[in-house]
């Protein structure tokens, strides 16, 4: 028998799979077998797979540490580590601690840090989040002051400061976060994190007009230069929890559905990134990363900017608790996760696998 004797049979016996043989089916156009036929054996896409050195030639997409942010979060006080019970292997330190897990972070090639405080005290007002003497700017002129070319990034949003843990401010006497209120608070934060030396500011509150705001406002304090990361498609997301756990920012009431994005709505996803864009924003974000890879990649078609995806806490614990059970190769499983988020369109990665993943990848 020929080598290929069973394409030349099937290509006689008519289409795979058996088509209804009925009358009508005499005058449709031949089956598609023939070019199928040509494609195979003279087409392998297993020829390029063989080797490690092969699949290496054409590889599509690259992940490195470079591409990485790593979140932390830094607490009042000092001498403070301490585990987050539902994200294993990552703390929250006081700023000196903190300072010297960075040296671990500039060490391993990672792109940036991306801050988040625990403030000593909460009021209803956020007040610790524009303190210049608030954790995050004292944090930022410390590792700004011991590592120079660290990039380091802050969270720009009221949760983790209020006493009901809302992004903003709460209107009086009603349960709903004033947005035009709370966006002045924002703008505020921003430039008390840019005068701290942020190199860069992230709000991840979801009101209207904030990037618009926090754009005009560092401008006329002579921050013109500070990139704004706008958290453009952040979803009311169930992977947030640990996160909440680790910077005590669960809302005391109600929940977030009133200001984050509906998890069914992508569409919308864009019109947030190309308002944001419009207003000033120098690179977005989609967040959480894995369950949205459909909105990375829409935002990053529709607009060709720089996009990041938050790869949240989450996503981290999940991955965390199945490899503390063996159910999963975690260093296996933790590439593939984040080549994925890569491979749908991200530029960056927000990551708390950042410092274990470049290890890895190196
Ligand atoms: C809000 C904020 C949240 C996260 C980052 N910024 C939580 C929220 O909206 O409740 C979540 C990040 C994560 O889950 O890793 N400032």
Redesign the pocket.
């Known amino acids: 028998m020929p080598p290929y004797g069973h394409l030349e049979r099937a290509k006689r016996a008519g289409p795979v799979g058996g088509a209804p043989a009925s009358a009508h089916a005499e005058a449709l156009p031949a089956p598609s077998l023939d070019s199928k036929e040509m494609s195979f054996p003279a087409t392998r896409l297993r020829r390029l797979r063989r080797t490690d050195t092969l699949r290496g030639l054409v590889r599509e997409t690259e992940l490195s540490p470079s591409h990485l942010i790593q ?1 932390a979060f830094v607490i009042a006080g000092e001498d403070v580590r301490e585990e987050v019970p539902s994200m294993p292997g990552i703390e929250r330190f006081s700023i000196s601690h903190l300072v010297a897990e960075a040296a671990e972070i500039v060490a391993a090639g990672i792109g940036a840090l991306m801050l ?1 405080g625990i403030p000593a005290a909460k009021d209803e007002a956020g007040s610790g989040a524009y303190d210049d003497e608030g954790v995050v700017q004292m944090a930022v002129r410390a590792l700004k002051e011991a590592h120079p070319d660290l990039v380091v990034m802050t ?1 720009v ?1 009221l ?2 400061y209020t006493s009901h843990g809302h ?1 903003g401010v709460i209107r009086d006497g009603g349960t709903e976060v004033d947005n035009d209120v709370t966006v002045e608070l924002l703008a505020k934060t921003a430039i008390s994190h840019a005068l701290a030396g942020a190199d860069a500011v992230a709000p ?2 979801m009101m209207d007009g904030r990037i618009g705001s926090i754009r005009f406002q560092l401008d006329e304090e002579g921050h013109s230069d500070v990139p704004i990361i706008a ?1 453009s498609a ?1 979803y009311a997301s169930a ?2 929890g ?3 756990d680790a ?1 005590e ?1 669960t809302p005391q009431h109600g929940d ?1 559905r009133g200001y ?1 994005m509906d998890p069914a709505n992508a569409a919308e996803a864009v019109r947030e990134a190309e308002l944001d864009l419009e207003e000033g924003a120098d690179m977005l974000m989609v ?2 990363a894995l369950p949205y890879l459909d909105v990375v990649r829409r935002v990053k078609e529709a607009t060709g900017a720089p996009v990041a995806a ?1 790869h ?3 996503e ?1 614990s999940m991955l965390k608790a199945a490899a503390a059970n063996g159910w999963i190769d975690e260093r296996a499983a933790v590439v593939e996760a984040l080549t994925s988020i890569r491979r749908a369109g991200a530029d960056a990665i927000v990551t ?1 696998y950042a410092k274990e993943a470049a290890a890895w990848l190196r």
């Open positions: 979140p988040f969270d949003c949760c983790e992004c991840s509150d958290y952040k992977f947030y640990p996160f909440r910077a920012s977030r984050q967040k959480p938050y949240v806490s989450g981290y708390y």
